[in-house]
């Protein structure tokens, strides 16, 4: 079990991104134990990706990334799996209903290690390698593009009546 970690109040909306990028994977995980029809599962995921994950990788990469230097290996890492997760999406988004199962595993595990990268290493070490003014200006970089966005969705696929 991982101790809770301390984060810069600067991070915590990109955090609070995180968490639901984990009920995301959970949903998926769900749905496909429940043997939901994968389209149903997709058409979710792409609304989800397209409403939140999009925005929240665009984010990152312009306002968060940055802060680093460009051969930071923690930086380029998340670079590298921002785009490896968007190329399994758009598999996902364009491809056949007889494989997406397991691109929708695939897709739920690269978010998840993503997500607990980023959480326990890449803000673990900006937190660690960028000054108090620099935090405090990322802190605000973050607040101009951030937004918080209701989910708007019917079909609760991942709850066991649905």
Same mark, same amino acid.
């Given at each position: 079990m991982h101790r809770p970690l301390k984060r810069h109040k600067a991070l915590v909306p990109l955090s609070r991104d995180h968490h639901f990028g984990l009920l995301l994977v959970w949903k998926i995980r769900q749905g496909l134990s429940f043997k939901v029809n994968l389209l149903r599962i997709r058409d979710y995921l792409v609304y989800y990706v397209d409403q939140h994950i999009s925005p929240h990788f665009l984010l990152e990469e312009a306002a968060v990334f940055p802060f680093l230097e460009a051969k930071d290996p923690l930086r380029q890492q998340a670079e590298a799996q921002h785009e490896a997760i968007r190329s399994t999406f758009e598999g996902i988004r364009g491809g056949e209903p007889e494989a997406m199962s397991q691109s929708l595993e695939e897709f739920a595990g690269s978010l998840e290690a993503h997500i607990?990268? +980023?959480e326990r290493s890449l803000f673990e070490h900006m937190q660690a390698v960028l000054s108090p003014e620099k935090l405090t200006k990322l802190g605000e970089k973050i607040? +101009?593009?951030?937004r918080l966005?209701?989910?708007i969705w019917e079909d609760e696929f991942w709850k066991k009546d649905n």
């Open positions: 607990r990268f +980023e607040a +101009e593009s951030h966005s209701d989910e």
